[in-house]
């Protein structure tokens, strides 16, 4: 089955789109990756999305707004995904959507929320579509996320020691897959969003992001500012948790800086929230007795952060992902691509020990096709390991 997966992620820089075949074979799911396409939001667009996140606050027509927007955006690029990677050949495509709200209280999830309707995507490709992939384990009583988790588990199966793939996204999330233990799977805080957020308000929205690490290589880490950031509870939360920008948002850094703001540099605060990623990421990575961390997301784009991070690991090997045959770029965009498979098929996309919900859960909603719904036969076995074939 060729499969197009579409992911943008909490920092909201860009859809990504990743094209698969994907079949079972025997015990095993093989995912043979055919390539990617990746847009980015135009700019009113990612302005309406940014004024409505929070701690802002927004109305149901801009909600409604955004939704059909969003779900546009995902569609003209799926439609893109077809033509380009597929050569008109989709069978399905699966849509995370873009996360706008994730409901968390005393540590349970109560709710979350992705816009895009995937209405658009089934009317533009004529392809049926998987959605609202998350809001299932949340019902039975899981995070919600990380979704990831399954396909990290059948991935890293079977490697030695105790592997663990780290997403750096706009929030960090890491699966540890260890042998015959049961795997965990959380967020482990901030990669990206209060570096964004630092710069993009430092810079007086002159720019997005710390390109090429940049602006974090000529800082220096601020020992007080640090401090604050590091006593943040969520941190010492045990697994299962999530968070997101709902905790990790430019107020939030602006109250940590009180009293600190005026005497730094910006380069100095940006350095410090980049040093304040590595420093929690590479201790939930050492709580759990990893061995070796395999990398993606937008994180690794930045030499700075990945350096710190590499420096907060100590010993303990650090490698992309492409190392092991999937993209780094696209490495979520194909993980949910499998999780739409696995739906179709009957399926179950969730680990319960990775997302704290009582039960594994065939997840999402499906949106019939131009030409109807045709499913394939449910699989009588799940699969227990993922192998990558070439292209």
Same mark, same amino acid.
């Given at each position: 089955?060729?499969v197009v ?58 909600v ?51 816009? @895009?309707?995937? *209405?658009?995507? %089934? ?6 579509? !998987?959605?609202? #992939?998350?809001? =299932?384990? $949340? &019902? ?21 020691g ?38 993009h308000h ?36 045990p697994?299962p948790?999530?968070t ?14 009180? @009293?600190?703001? *005026?005497?730094? %540099? ?6 410090? !929230?980049?040093? #304040?990623?590595? =420093?929690? $990421? &590479? ?21 700075t ?87």
């Amino acid at each position: 089955m060729r499969v197009v997966g579409l992911m943008s992620g909490t920092s909201y820089d860009a859809v990504d789109a990743a094209a698969a075949d994907l079949s079972l074979d025997g015990d095993s799911l093989v995912l043979r990756p055919l390539g990617m396409v990746s847009a980015g939001y135009d700019d009113e667009l990612k302005s309406a999305l940014a004024a409505a996140l929070p701690p802002a606050t927004t109305t149901l027509k801009e909600v409604c707004a955004l939704d059909t927007r969003i779900g546009r955006a995902f569609a003209a690029l799926a439609v893109r995904a077809d033509r380009e990677v597929c050569e008109n050949r989709t069978d399905l495509v699966v849509s995370h959507g873009q996360t706008v709200y994730h409901w968390v209280e005393d540590g349970r999830v109560h709710g979350t929320l992705q816009l @895009g309707e995937p *209405a658009w995507i %089934a009317e533009a490709t004529g392809r049926p579509v !998987v959605s609202n #992939l998350r809001t =299932r384990d $949340v &019902a039975a009583g899981g995070q919600g996320a990380p979704l990831v988790g399954v396909v990290d588990v059948l991935w890293l199966r079977g490697r030695p020691g105790v592997p663990v793939a780290l997403n750096l996204g706009g929030i960090a999330n890491l699966t540890v897959a260890a042998g015959a233990a049961a795997p965990v799977a959380f967020d482990t805080g901030p990669a990206n969003a209060l570096i964004d957020a630092a710069v993009h308000h430092l810079t007086g929205g002159g720019l997005a992001y710390d390109k090429g690490g940049a602006l974090a290589a000529r800082g220096t880490v601020d020992a007080e500012l640090l401090r604050r950031l590091l006593a943040e509870p969520y941190y010492a939360a045990p697994p299962p948790k999530t968070t997101g920008k709902e905790l990790f948002h430019l107020p939030y850094l602006l109250a940590a800086l009180e @009293g600190r703001g *005026a005497s730094l %540099a910006a380069e100095d605060v940006i350095a410090t !929230v980049t040093e #304040l990623t590595a =420093r929690t $990421v &590479a201790g939930a990575v050492r709580s759990v007795g990893a061995t070796e961390v395999v990398v993606s997301g937008g994180g690794t784009r930045n030499p700075t952060l990945m350096a710190r991070l590499r420096t907060a690991l100590g010993g303990v090997p650090l490698r992309g992902s492409d190392e092991l045959g999937l993209p780094s770029a696209a490495k979520e965009a194909y993980a949910f691509a499998v999780l739409g498979f696995l739906t179709v098929h009957g399926l179950a996309g969730t680990v319960p020990a990775c997302t704290g919900a009582r039960h594994a859960s065939v997840l999402g909603s499906i949106t019939p096709g131009r030409h109807g719904l045709r499913l394939p036969e449910p699989a009588t076995t799940a699969p227990v390991r993922l192998r990558l074939a070439q292209a």
